[in-house]
């Protein structure tokens, strides 16, 4: 199968097989859900978990809004950036001898909000962006126009889980804080000028509340008016500028 005139996604079974091969990134494939397994389907199928790709099984009407050509049951949308790994990361910030601060977003599948949070992050000295590989927005043409091109600069890295990541960090040396509004503290009275890595969920669920346990500090964004919430990436920028703030004391 050829590619499609959109070149955000693949569709075709050896189309895709032969994009992994060549060390494309996928960020997300869509299989049908219904369909036979077939010798290449079976290839595919353990190529992706090789790869460690995010798979999602779903009817063939969706695939069919996707494309109409014969996507023959499966579609790769196509990473628009490359991802890294947060270890090694956070090993050559140490290395250079910087503070590091790190951003985990929690369920964040807006891909406006993604892209606001990773142009505030990129432009107030943030490492890594960390990302779920499910549940999260797509890196996407819009997510990237929206962080006007941040995402193109901003290491970011994609985690099976989040909670092991915050314990990894956790493990490493760094407080991690998570932003909700749950909290007692407020972000004007956390330590932000050691190693630290903040959170941020998503504004209908929040953070889970397995990593919200794990986190050794919540701090919240003291509200005056009547509504008690901002958007998501507003408070990513206001949290990110009071860290930097404290930073260059």
Do not use: W
């Amino acid at each position: 199968m050829q590619k499609s005139i959109n070149q955000d996604f693949i569709f075709g079974i050896r189309a895709i097989i032969e994009a992994i091969r060549a060390g494309k990134e996928i960020d997300k494939l869509l299989i049908q859900q219904d369909i036979g397994k077939s010798a290449l389907m079976s290839e595919l199928l353990g190529l992706a978990k090789t790869e460690q790709i995010p798979l999602q099984r779903v009817p063939i009407f969706k695939l069919n809004k996707i494309t109409a050509k014969n996507h023959q049951g499966a579609i790769a949308f196509l990473s628009k950036i490359d991802y890294v790994s947060f270890e090694n990361i956070l090993q050559s910030t140490f290395e250079k001898g910087e503070v590091p601060l790190f951003l985990l977003l929690d369920s964040i599948t807006d891909v406006r909000n993604l892209g606001a949070i990773a142009r505030s992050a990129e432009g107030l000295g943030v490492h890594c962006l960390i990302v779920p590989e499910k549940n999260s927005a797509q890196i996407n043409s819009d997510a990237i126009k929206t962080s006007a091109g941040a995402l193109h600069h901003l290491p970011v890295a994609r985690v099976k889980s989040l909670l092991h990541s915050v314990k990894y960090l956790q493990e490493a040396g760094l407080q991690v804080v998570a932003c909700t509004e749950k909290a007692t503290e407020n972000i004007y009275e956390v330590d932000f000028s050691i190693p630290t890595a903040l959170v941020m969920g998503a504004e209908d669920t929040g953070i889970a509340t397995a990593i919200l346990k794990q986190c050794e500090k919540l701090a919240k964004i003291p509200m005056k008016g009547k509504v008690d919430s901002l958007n998501v990436s507003v408070s990513a920028g206001i949290v990110l500028y009071e860290v930097i703030r404290q930073r260059q004391k």
